[in-house]
């Protein structure tokens, strides 16, 4: 977990939950230094990628949200001594992929994103059914559900990996294109689509083709749909999945 005290810092440039309004007022460069200096010995390689993550995407993720990028990243430094390429479904404006694509660029100083799949419609949800509904707890998550939330356009998410100009990025509902990928082979996938249907999808296809000790992983297991979807994969398969402290939930490639 992010520890306080650079919780706080983090806190100090988090009016928004954008950091847009910082650059106008000419604070967020020291803010940023302030907390690159107070994160050097706490997960440091964590806290340089969310730092990269906040200038080029001008988005602070909440606390909660910093805690599953966190174990996002131990997921995925688990596999990268696998082969594999990797995936992700639903990016939104590219937080994660930023994150994991800066990690990668340690490890190869000439990756330019090859290898390096994302999967979304860039129009934000689709149609709510009755299964997305249906043990909902509490106003605001099902004041979330409605089709069009959370969209950001291709041209945003290009601007915030254009560090990484090798990203495959294929537009369109979920699965319409995930034949174009049918013959490749994964060692981590990361599903952000909030929705039952598109993420049942998501696991059929990309757990059977995940290499040997590969992973796959829904960032948010809150959404009940999307829960019981997974679940219901897991027991077609046999697999038992992993509910980590932060309410994501993986299953294992064995």
């Given at each position: ?69 966190l174990r996002l990243f131990d997921f995925y ?178």
């Amino acid at each position: 977990m992010v520890p306080d005290d650079l919780e706080n810092l983090l806190a100090c440039f988090h009016m928004t939950h954008s950091t847009r309004q910082y650059h106008k007022r000419d604070q967020y460069g020291a803010c940023i230094r302030t907390v690159a200096d107070a994160g050097k010995d706490v997960n440091a390689a964590f806290i340089d990628m969310l730092l990269r993550v906040v200038e080029h995407t001008h988005v602070l993720p909440l606390l909660k949200h910093r805690q599953r990028l966190l174990r996002l990243f131990d997921f995925y430094r688990s596999t990268i001594h696998l082969d594999g390429e990797i995936t992700e479904c639903g990016v939104f404006r590219g937080v994660s992929t930023l994150m994991i694509c800066q990690f990668w660029l340690t490890q190869e100083s000439d990756f330019d994103g090859t290898g390096y799949h994302v999967f979304d419609s860039f129009q934000g949800l689709g149609e709510i059914e009755e299964e997305d509904i249906e043990g909902a707890e509490g106003a605001a998550k099902l004041n979330m559900m409605f089709a069009g939330n959370f969209a950001c356009s291709i041209e945003e998410f290009r601007r915030s990996v254009e560090e990484f100009p090798g990203i495959a990025i294929y537009q369109g509902w979920i699965p319409s294109r995930f034949n174009e990928v049918a013959d490749r082979r994964f060692r981590f996938v990361h599903v952000d689509v909030d929705l039952a249907r598109p993420t049942y999808d998501s696991f059929a296809f990309f757990y059977p083709r995940l290499v040997p000790g590969g992973v796959i992983v829904r960032n948010d297991g809150s959404w009940p749909g999307a829960r019981r979807a997974i679940e219901r994969f897991a027991s077609e398969v046999g697999v038992e999945p992993e509910v980590t402290e932060t309410d994501q939930i993986a299953l294992t490639k064995r």
